[in-house]
C-alpha cells in the first residue's frame, strides 16, 4: 500500500510542479512545449511502475528516448529555417539601404536634393518599387551635389530623374513615385 501511496504522491506533485512552471512562463508559444514535455514525463511516472512489474520498462525508455531524438531534431530543422529567414530579411533591408543611397545619389546628379527615398525590394532581391521626395535646388542655393559628369551643374526636372530610374532598375512608371517639394 506504501508503493501505491507514493506512486500517486509523486503524480501529485509533478502535476502541481508543472502547472506552476507553465503559468509562469513568459510566452503563450513556449507552454505548447512544455506542455508536450511535462505530458511525456506524466506518462512516464504513470507507467513506469507498471512496466516495470510487466519487465518492458527498458522498451518504453528506448521509444521514448527515440521519439525525444526526434522531436529535436524537427526542432533543430524549424529552428534552421527561422535563422535562414530572419537571416534573409536583413539582407533585404541592407540591400534595399544601398539601393536607397545610390538612388539619393542619381537625384543629386540631377540637381534634386533627395528629402527621402524608400526602396522596396522581393524575396529575390529584385528592385519592386522605388518612392522619393526631392526638393528642387534654387539658382542662389548651394546644395551638395555628387558629380556624375556633365549633368552635375544642370538642374533637370523629376521626369528626367524618373525616367532615369526606369531604364536603370527596369521599372514601369508606375513603380517609381518622385515626389518634388518646393517648385
Not at 71 to 95: F, G, M, P, S, W
Not at 138 to 163: C, H, I, N, T, W
Request: aromatic letters at 10%; proline letters at 3%; glycine letters at 6%.
Amino acid at each position: 500500500m506504501e508503493i501505491v501511496y507514493t506512486w500517486v504522491k509523486n503524480i501529485v506533485c509533478f502535476y502541481i510542479f508543472m502547472n506552476i512552471v507553465i503559468h509562469l512562463l513568459p510566452r503563450e508559444s513556449y507552454r505548447k512545449y512544455v506542455r508536450f514535455f511535462s505530458g511525456m514525463l506524466l506518462m512516464i511516472l504513470v507507467a513506469a511502475p507498471v512496466l516495470s512489474v510487466l519487465g518492458q520498462e527498458e522498451a518504453l525508455m528506448q521509444k521514448i528516448s527515440q521519439a525525444g531524438f526526434f522531436q529535436e531534431l524537427d526542432n533543430i530543422k524549424l529552428d534552421t529555417a527561422h535563422l535562414e529567414q530572419t537571416q534573409k530579411k536583413a539582407y533585404v533591408r541592407e540591400y534595399e539601404r544601398a539601393i536607397e543611397m545610390d538612388v539619393g545619389q542619381i537625384a543629386e546628379g540631377k540637381g534634386l536634393q533627395p528629402l527621402r527615398v524608400e526602396v522596396h525590394l522581393s524575396e529575390d532581391y529584385q528592385v519592386e518599387s522605388i518612392a522619393m521626395e526631392v526638393s528642387m535646388a534654387e539658382e542662389g542655393v548651394s546644395v551638395p551635389k555628387v558629380s556624375f559628369g556633365d549633368d552635375s551643374s544642370k538642374y533637370p526636372r523629376a521626369g528626367e530623374l524618373k525616367q532615369e530610374l526606369m531604364e536603370f532598375y527596369r521599372l514601369e512608371e508606375d513603380r517609381i513615385t518622385v515626389a518634388v517639394q518646393g517648385e
